[in-house]
């Protein structure tokens, strides 16, 4: 988790080391469980720019703590709770405490938490099971205004959209993701692993009718200390000092940071600015995602859906025969860091401002973004605007004739059904808002909602594949669900096609609108590998041979953070190049330098050599250089490049730093069999010591030294 502005993160260098972890085991009845992994939250502040996140880092999602445990860790006797009433143990009966409470992933929510943390004497840590939801109840951690106080409407632009005064768009949203917590707070996915501490409580916890349980007892200890404090503005500080006047540096935390994803539809020299009068169309979406526990965002409704969908629609635009002929140009943009106060959108902003981007705010006529789009219902997709900036004839004139491009383009597109709204509604949380922050753009925001979000599960655990309604035969082989197309990539390839449609009118298009087609065959190869199975052949051979250890078994977690580019962003770079880009001839070594082959330039063209597909024998690759012009720009905070820790106007989120983390779970005895033990111990020093002493004193009795031998006569 994190706040606005502070976050944790260890050393690039050392966060490798620490994505594997043991979780050691002093019981001889419990086997070992390895490789459990942590994570700790963020501490909100009172203003949105002191924000510190706490965080540990790991691979194997099997655990994930929430805030930093003590320096010395955090012990407590483990008890079981999997309804509301075994809490009154915890909160008062139980006789050991503190507790380190192992709770049931239904019973998560605030109101459980509000009564844990009013006791947080007696609560040492807790362990939360991961556990389907209710299918008809929501869990949303985040809060029910996102962003609030970063997009475009404050109490001087739009005063009566500010602070959602009009709409709450995640109703849902409880806010402990931004809750200060004073115990560490786990995530525990593997049901093994919980089932191996559910028997060490009922071996040695489970009490009778009541009664106290006999000793030993079974405990818990975390050491997940973190070394970021109070907020953002602090934690910088003492990094810049110490990076400023110490030999060996001890930085205490990490801006969020990472890259955002773009390309153009024709070719721009990047070396450059494009000329005032080169207008281009911006089709915009967010890659990121969070949930409470660190680097647990499936984000499947929040994010993949978008900018899956979006890919599909770029692969599709760029078949059009005149698509490098069109009057206007087209931007393909995929934000990172969007969840946590728009880092991306704003530093891109940032950056065209200050001419630091090959193209400026100028030259943007319209802006189409797509914001959540998987839980359609009565197959109606929502043109949101913003009508603070239509309050300008011209801008409301362009904005009238862009949502008419929209409906044109959904004509004939099967279960697409494109509905207005009421020109006084605001915008939801979008990356636009941050754009019309700085310029008044002509925009849409294409949803599944018209007011609240459909999203029941908004960045949390459960925002799984399952929320999408993505499934799978059960007796289909990995290969098998990779090419089988779901119900749910039927209905994205739809919106991608109305989409891509939309963007050729836009950009001067004329003759083959109707030729354009997204495939669904792409998405649901796309949905496949970021929310089931990142490790299959199709995302193999679309990336570098170095970058193949960035897929694993499991979805992808779309989480920034501050080691990037993440492996989300490396995958859509690589599949928006594969999707949109030409495969040539050239040789590796040409591929890897350009420079040296006649017409091929670097500034026009990223170039990239891949695995490619496999041969017909399917026995090994056929790698193959593709050239296109996806590339990455920099997603890091303007704040941080500005020194403003405090910033109002920007994000400031960072990430703690960490040197050990570890936990093990073990028996303890009574305090009464402590306090013998030390008894004994005690006495049998002073025993020692008055033993020690005796001796030494009687050492000239006790120990005769022997003569000088004499000399012998015969």
Same mark, same amino acid.
């Given at each position: 988790m994190a706040t606005a502005g502070g976050g944790s993160g260890a050393h690039p260098g050392s966060r490798g080391l620490l994505r594997l972890l043991s979780f050691s085991v002093v019981l001889a009845e419990v086997p070992p469980l390895l490789a459990w992994t942590f994570f700790v939250p963020s501490t909100r502040q009172q203003k949105q720019g002191d924000k510190v996140r706490i965080v540990t880092c790991g691979s194997f999602n099997l655990i994930h703590s929430i805030l930093a445990a003590s320096i010395n860790g955090d012990t407590g006797v483990i008890h079981v709770v999997e309804k509301e009433e075994d809490l009154q143990w915890v909160l008062a009966d139980g006789p050991n405490p503190p507790y380190m409470v192992l709770l049931d992933g239904k019973l998560f929510n605030r109101d459980i938490m509000e009564k844990l943390k009013g006791r947080t004497s007696r609560i040492a840590g807790l362990a939360v099971t991961f556990s389907k939801p209710n299918s008809t109840i929501g869990f949303s951690p985040s809060m029910q205004c996102p962003n609030d106080g970063f997009?475009?409407?404050?109490? @001087?632009?739009?005063?009566?959209?500010? %602070?959602?005064?009009? +709409?709450?768009?995640n109703s849902l949203g409880n806010g402990l993701a931004y809750e200060d917590f004073s115990f560490p707070i786990f995530l525990l996915e593997d049901e093994n692993e919980t089932k191996i501490i559910k028997q060490c409580y009922q071996d040695h916890n489970l009490s009778e009718n009541g009664s106290a349980p006999n000793f030993p007892l079974c405990a818990m /200890?975390?050491?997940?200390?973190? %070394?970021?404090?109070?907020?953002?503005?602090?934690?910088m500080r003492r990094s810049f000092i110490q990076s400023t006047f110490s030999i060996n540096p001890e930085i205490v935390c990490d801006p969020l940071s990472d890259y955002n994803v773009w390309s153009m539809l024709k070719p721009i020299n990047t070396s450059g600015t494009l000329e005032p009068d080169d207008r281009v169309v911006v089709a915009a979406t967010r890659l990121d995602s969070r949930s409470f526990f660190w680097n647990v965002a499936p984000g499947a409704e929040s994010a993949v859906a978008s900018f899956v969908t979006q890919l599909a629609a770029a692969e599709a635009l760029q078949k059009a025969p005149d698509a490098t002929t069109l009057p206007r140009n087209v931007m393909f943009v995929f934000f990172q860091g969007e969840t946590f106060d728009y880092i991306g959108s704003s530093r891109m902003v940032y950056d065209m401002e200050k001419g630091k981007f090959?193209?400026?705010?100028?030259?943007?006529d319209y802006f189409v973004e797509l914001g959540q789009v998987a839980l359609r @219902?009565?197959?109606?997709?929502?043109? %949101? +605007?913003?009508?603070?900036? /239509?309050?300008?004839? @011209?801008? /409301?004139?362009?904005?009238?004739?862009?949502?008419? +491009?929209?409906?044109r383009s959904s004509a004939g597109v099967p279960d697409v059904i494109l509905r207005k709204l009421n020109q006084s509604q605001a915008l939801p949380p979008s990356s636009l808002q941050r754009f019309l922050r700085a310029r008044n753009i002509s925009g849409v925001v294409l949803a599944d909602h018209a007011r609240s979000f459909h999203n029941r599960y908004y960045e949390s655990i459960y925002d799984t594949a399952e929320n999408i309604n993505v499934t799978y035969p059960e007796m289909h082989s990995p290969e098998e669900d990779l090419n089988f197309v779901t119900d749910t990539a039927k209905a994205l390839a739809n919106v991608a096609t109305v989409l891509g449609r939309a963007l050729y009118e836009l950009a001067g298009g004329t003759n083959y609108s109707h030729t354009i087609q997204a495939d669904p065959k792409t998405v649901t190869r796309?949905?496949?590998?970021?929310?089931?199975?990142?490790?299959?052949s199709w995302f193999q051979s679309i990336l570098r041979q170095d970058l193949r250890s960035y897929l694993g078994d499991g979805p992808l977690q779309h989480y920034i953070a501050v080691s990037s580019p993440t492996n989300t962003t490396y995958v859509v770079q690589y599949a928006l190049a594969n999707l949109t880009g030409k495969v040539t001839n050239l040789t590796r070594e040409q591929c890897q330098d350009p420079s040296k082959v006649p017409n091929e330039n670097k500034d026009l063209y990223e170039y990239s050599w891949v695995q490619g597909p496999l041969n017909s024998n399917e026995t090994e690759r056929l790698p193959?250089?593709?050239? @296109? +012009?996806?590339r990455l720009v920099r997603a890091l905070s303007p704040a941080f490049e500005l020194s403003q820790w405090s910033s109002t106007e920007y994000s400031t989120w960072t990430e703690s730093r960490w040197k050990d983390i570890r936990a093990r779970i073990f028996l303890i005895a009574s305090k009464e069999l402590e306090f013998i033990t030390l008894m004994v111990g005690f006495g049998i020093l002073i025993f020692s010591l008055i033993v020690t002493y005796c001796i030494n004193a009687k050492a000239e009795v006790l120990f005769i030294v022997p003569r000088e031998p004499g000399a012998v006569s015969y």
């Open positions: 997009g475009v409407y404050s109490n @001087s632009y739009g005063p009566e959209f500010a %602070h959602c005064k009009e +709409t709450l768009w /200890q975390l050491f997940s200390h973190m %070394h970021a404090v109070i907020s953002t503005a602090t934690c090959p193209m400026r705010l100028e030259n943007i @219902s009565s197959l109606d997709l929502w043109m %949101h +605007t913003d009508p603070m900036s /239509q309050k300008n004839e @011209s801008v /409301q004139s362009q904005v009238e004739d862009l949502l008419a +491009t929209l409906e796309l949905l496949y590998g970021f929310l089931v199975k990142a490790n299959n193959r250089c593709v050239r @296109s +012009t996806a």
